[in-house]
């Protein structure tokens, strides 16, 4: 079975600071992984996708992720943190199950940016 | 907007009642997700629906129940509601496509509030 672990439950940044939110998966072939982003009181959105093309995935808002499948991470990375990159961020790892898709996430990343 | 549709957006209700939770996923998308999003709990998966059958379950109570129907639109049914309950519930929807269309896409969720 897929799994994911965000390592970090708390992350906090002052702003203009680089921001890293830590994510590692199992699972037994090659997976899509995605990052989802989550304000306060708002749906989860889309931040980025990886599907086996290339392994650097760049999303909006200036974040990207690199999937090292040696060390089965998918960390998530932005050079300079804004005040409205506060919010929780997801990890998610997908199954494809045939005709539908299984998706398993992660517990979750509070990031906080200081002023 | 990611296409997916829930409401009502707000509700409140007492104790012991039921209420049904309502959600149109993207056009063209065959599966559609339940998740429940609390403080304590965080986001927690219910039940996945993929063209009108049940594909998988998570932590969803015995007093839940959920269907989706022909013209796949899905319904989430809570009863015997208690404190307990209130919550962020939310919809997402998705399709097995090419390589890579594969995400899940969220709805903006109902928030229940159970007094």
């Known amino acids: 079975a897929q799994s994911v672990t965000q390592l970090d439950s708390h992350v906090s940044v002052s702003e203009g600071t680089p921001v890293l939110l830590r994510c590692n998966y199992s699972?037994?072939?090659?997976?899509?992984l995605f990052w989802y982003v989550q304000h306060p009181n708002k749906g989860l959105q889309l931040l980025l996708k990886?599907?086996?093309?290339?392994?650097l995935v760049k999303g909006i808002n200036g974040f990207e992720a690199e999937f090292k499948k040696s060390e089965t991470s998918f960390h998530l990375t932005k050079p300079s943190a804004h005040m409205s990159d506060a919010a929780e961020y997801f990890c998610?790892?997908?199954?494809?199950?045939?005709?539908?898709?299984?998706?398993?996430f992660g517990s979750g990343t509070k990031l906080n940016v200081k002023p | 907007d990611s296409g997916v549709t829930q409401t009502p957006k707000h509700l409140i209700t007492a104790t012991g009642q039921r209420v049904t939770l309502r959600c149109s996923p993207r056009?063209?998308?065959?599966?559609v997700y339940w998740y429940q999003q609390s403080l304590d709990q965080g986001l927690q998966f219910l039940i996945q629906?993929?063209?009108?059958?049940?594909?998988a379950k998570g932590n969803i109570l015995e007093r839940f129940s959920a269907q989706q129907f022909p013209d796949l639109h899905s319904e989430l049914n809570l009863s015997s509601l208690e404190l307990g309950d209130s919550a962020l519930y939310f919809c997402?929807?998705?399709?097995?496509?090419?390589?890579?269309?594969?995400?899940?896409?969220f709805g903006p969720g109902t928030r229940l509030t159970v007094l």
């Open positions: 997402a929807s998705s399709v097995v496509g090419q390589a890579g269309y594969n995400e899940q896409f």
């Open positions: 699972s037994s072939y090659s997976p899509s």
């Open positions: 990886y599907t086996s093309a290339a392994t």
């Open positions: 998610v790892v997908s199954d494809r199950m045939g005709n539908f898709n299984k998706f398993y």
């Open positions: 056009s063209g998308d065959l599966s």
């Open positions: 629906y993929y063209n009108g059958e049940e594909r």
